[in-house]
């Protein structure tokens, strides 16, 4: 069973930063891809950030040129930069890894972040 652990949530201020942080026990061999989802009050998952094997990055529209997804391959653990926070960013945020052979997907627990105005 692949885990992932999240850290990094919390409360800040509109403009303020915040970095998530995402370790997997998945190899790094078997990692296709992993990423960001978010989810607020009322509202979809929706995608925020992905990495693919080859270094690749996407973002959500609503986030570009704010959040910068990275990862640290020696230790399985991908991170989320989260810069200009705006209220509106306040969700609950989920870290996914995508295996590679048809091994599925993972999701964390999640992390709070609220920004307040």
């Known amino acids: 069973q692949v885990q992932l652990v999240e850290s990094g949530g919390g409360l800040v201020q509109a403009g303020g930063s915040l970095r998530l942080s995402c370790a997997t026990s998945?190899?790094?061999?078997?990692?296709?891809?992993m990423g960001w989802y978010r989810q607020a009050p009322g509202n979809q998952r929706e995608l925020v950030a992905t990495?693919?094997?080859?270094?690749?990055?996407n973002y959500a529209d609503s986030v570009k040129g704010r959040f910068t997804i990275s990862r640290d391959s020696a230790v399985n653990t991908v991170y989320l930069q989260m810069n200009s926070l705006k209220p509106e960013d306040t969700a609950v945020y989920y870290c996914?890894?995508?295996?590679?052979w048809g091994r599925g997907d993972y999701w964390g627990q999640g992390t709070q972040v609220t920004v307040s105005s």
């Open positions: 996914y890894v995508d295996l590679r």
């Open positions: 998945a190899s790094i061999f078997s990692i296709n891809a």
């Open positions: 990495i693919s094997r080859g270094g690749s990055t």
